[in-house]
């Protein structure tokens, strides 16, 4: 690819629409995700005696072990969130300045 070719595309204003709208999602949930995930370590550090409470007094399941699954279900569920945005917004986008930009 020639450098023309490449700043052709670089201005492009719809390659840059899309530029930053995945910035804005990328960023959106990673600052989601982040702030799931240091919630759990920050309750790991100051709330030991609330994660070490058994969900039934005959059980020996602790609150900790749901939240922690909690976590990771929420990762699964933002990570189809992801899925399901790059399926119906991205790659149609991408494909379609894949041919406005074809030789």
């Known amino acids: 690819m020639r450098k023309e070719e490449l700043l052709s595309i670089l201005r492009d204003p719809e390659f ?5 709208n ?3 999602v990328v960023t959106t949930f990673t600052i989601i995700m982040l702030v799931v ?9 100051y709330g030991k005696d609330f994660l070490s409470t058994p969900i039934c007094s005959s059980c020996a399941t602790t609150i900790g ?4 699954i909690g ?5 699964w569920l933002l990570t189809g969130a992801y899925i399901w945005w790059a399926n119906s917004n991205y790659d149609p986008t991408v494909r379609k300045l894949r041919e406005k930009f074809r030789r």
């Open 71 to 75: 976590v990771i279900i929420f990762s």
């Open 16 to 20: 840059q629409e899309l530029a930053k």
């Open 65 to 68: 072990i749901i939240v922690g």
């Open 37 to 45: 995930y240091y919630s759990f370590i920050l309750m790991l550090a």
């Open 22 to 24: 995945v910035t804005k």
